[in-house]
C-alpha cells in the first residue's frame, strides 16, 4: 500500500505534539486520529524529517513525514442487500448517489442499515481498505441527513489517486441549499463577518480555520486559533419571500471539512433550513413567506444535497462528472417557495 506523505509547514507545526499536528493536517479522507497516528508511530511506521518517529509527544516541526498506513484491519460490518442508486460503476471505482438518512459508515448507535453495509454487498469484498477497519472504500463523506453523490474506491490504488484529488482540490463538488436569509454583497452586517470576502459575481466566500466546539464534541465551529483551513463559496441562485428571506444557494468546496457548508454559513447568519444543529436563532419571517413559512418549519432535515461531483479517472485520467437532480423532499420545498419569489431587481 502506498505511503502517505504529509508536509508541514511552520505555522502547522508550531508547539504542537507530532500527532496533533498531523492529524490536523492530514485530508479527511485519510481518516487519521490521533489515536491512530499514536498507534502507528508506535509501530514505528512513521518517519519525520530527523528519521522514524517513536514517540508521539514529540514536538512538531516543519518538514516531510510519511506515514506507512500498514494493511487494513478487518472489519466487523456484516454485509446487507440494501439498495442502492448507482450512476456509474467499473473495476476501479463506484459512484453513489446516497439517499438523506443513510449513514455513510458503521459507527456506535448505528452499527448497520450504513453505505459501507451495502457497498459490502454490492461489491463482494472488492472495496479498498486504505479508510480503516470500518471505512472500506469510502474516500469522502457526506453528513447522514446530507443527500447526494460520492465515490467509493474498489482498490487502494484507485483510493490513494482519488484521495490525492480531494486533497489538491481538484476534485469538483457542488452542493445545492436552501437557507435563511440572502446573499447581499451591500449587506454590512455581511461583510463585517471574520473570514468573509466577496468575489466577482456576488460569490461569497467564506475562509476560516474550522475545529471542535469548545464545549459541544459533536459540533464544529469556526475557530479564531488553531484548526483545519477551510474555504467555501457560495452563489446565491434565487431568492424567496417578499422582502427576500431565503434562498437557493449553491456551494462549492475547496477544502472538506466536517460539517463545513452547515457551519460556514451559519458562521455568517445564513444558517440551512432544517439544520437542527447550526440552523442558528436568524430564520425567514412567516410573514416574508406566506403559506411556505410552515413547510419551512416543518423542513426535518438539514436542505443539503450534493448535487455536482467530477474527478479525473484514477485508471486512466479522462474527467468524469456527475450531477444529481434534488431529491422529492427538496424539490417539494424549493416549488412552495417559489411561489413567493423575491421579484429578480436586474
Known amino acids: 500500500m502506498p505511503d502517505l506523505v504529509i508536509t508541514l509547514s ?15 493536517a492530514a485530508p479527511a479522507e485519510a481518516s487519521l486520529s490521533r489515536s491512530r497516528l499514536g498507534r502507528l508511530i508506535a509501530q514505528g511506521l512513521v518517519a519525520g524529517p530527523a ?7 514529540t514536538r512538531a516541526v516543519p518538514g516531510e513525514y510519511r506515514i506507512t498506513l500498514g494493511a487494513p484491519q478487518p472489519i466487523d460490518a456484516r454485509p446487507q442487500a440494501i439498495a442502492l442508486a448507482i450512476p456509474y460503476e467499473d473495476e476501479d471505482l463506484i459512484v453513489v448517489d446516497k439517499p438523506a438518512g443513510m449513514v455513510v459508515h458503521p459507527a456506535p448507535g448505528t452499527p448497520d442499515g450504513t453505505l459501507v453495509n451495502a457497498l459490502l454487498a454490492h461489491a463482494a469484498g472488492s472495496l479498498s481498505g486504505i479508510g480503516g477497519a470500518a471505512r472500506p472504500g469510502i474516500v469522502h463523506r457526506i453528513d447522514k441527513d446530507t443527500s447526494g453523490l460520492l465515490v467509493v474506491a474498489k482498490t487502494d490504488r484507485a483510493h490513494q489517486a482519488l484521495a490525492r484529488q480531494f486533497a489538491d482540490h481538484s476534485a469538483a463538488r457542488r452542493y445545492l441549499a436552501l437557507a435563511h436569509g440572502v446573499i447581499d454583497p451591500a449587506d454590512p452586517r455581511l461583510r463585517g463577518v471574520p473570514g468573509v470576502s466577496f468575489e466577482p459575481g456576488g460569490v461569497l466566500k467564506l475562509a476560516t480555520l474550522l475545529g471542535r466546539h469548545p464545549t459541544d464534541r459533536q459540533r464544529q465551529a469556526v475557530s479564531l486559533g488553531r484548526g483545519r483551513h477551510a474555504v467555501t463559496r457560495a452563489t446565491m441562485r434565487e431568492s424567496f419571500g417578499a422582502p427576500p428571506a431565503a434562498m437557493l444557494v449553491e456551494c462549492r468546496l475547496e477544502t472538506g471539512r466536517t460539517h463545513q457548508i452547515r457551519v460556514h454559513l451559519a458562521h455568517c447568519g445564513l444558517g440551512l433550513i432544517g439544520d437542527p444543529v447550526y440552523g442558528g436563532a436568524r430564520r425567514a419571517s412567516a410573514r416574508a413567506l406566506g403559506h411556505a413559512a410552515a413547510a419551512v418549519q416543518a423542513f426535518p432535515r438539514q436542505a443539503l444535497h450534493a448535487a455536482h461531483l467530477g474527478f479525473a479517472h484514477p485508471g486512466d485520467g479522462r474527467w468524469l462528472a456527475f450531477d444529481s437532480p434534488l431529491p422529492a423532499d427538496m424539490a417539494g420545498l424549493l416549488a412552495m417557495l417559489r411561489g413567493t419569489a423575491a421579484p429578480d431587481p436586474r
Open 10 to 24: 511552520a505555522d502547522q507545526a508550531g508547539p504542537e505534539r507530532v500527532d496533533k499536528a498531523l492529524a490536523a
Open 51 to 57: 528519521g522514524v518517529l517513536t514517540d508521539a509527544n
